[in-house]
Nanobody, 123 residues
């Protein structure tokens, strides 16, 4: 059983940056693809970014390309999401997810999920 714990959320002004972390435990971290989703109030959860088990491949939602960067450190069992140029519409709870199949993860059906961390962007 894999446990995922997100951290790094908070309040930031529009145009600012924030870095999220997700620490994994209870499994072999390097065997899992990792990703981030977000859910804004009253909206469905949406894909943000994903990284392959090796870190060699990344995927991004069109809305965050060029502004967000996902990375992982398999030695620390941690995945990161660096978010730059944030806007108010990106206020949401950000969730970390993992799965052995990247297609399943990117579709939102990842096997493991964290509890989420709140990101609030003030305009």
């Amino acid at each position: 059983q894999v446990q995922l714990v997100e951290s790094g959320g908070g309040l930031v002004q529009a145009g600012g940056s924030l870095s999220l972390s997700c620490a994994a435990s209870g499994g072999t971290f390097s065997r899992y693809h990792m990703g981030w989703f977000r859910q804004a109030p009253g909206k469905e959860r949406e894909f943000v970014a994903a990284v392959s088990w090796s870190g060699g491949l990344t995927w991004y939602a069109d809305s965050v390309k060029g502004r967000f960067t996902i990375s992982r450190d398999n030695a620390k069992n941690t995945v990161y999401l660096q978010m730059n140029s944030l806007n108010a519409e990106e206020t949401a709870v950000y969730y970390c997810t993992s799965d052995s199949m990247i297609s399943r993860l990117r579709s939102g059906a990842g096997e493991y999920w964290g509890q989420g961390t709140q990101v609030t962007v003030s305009s």
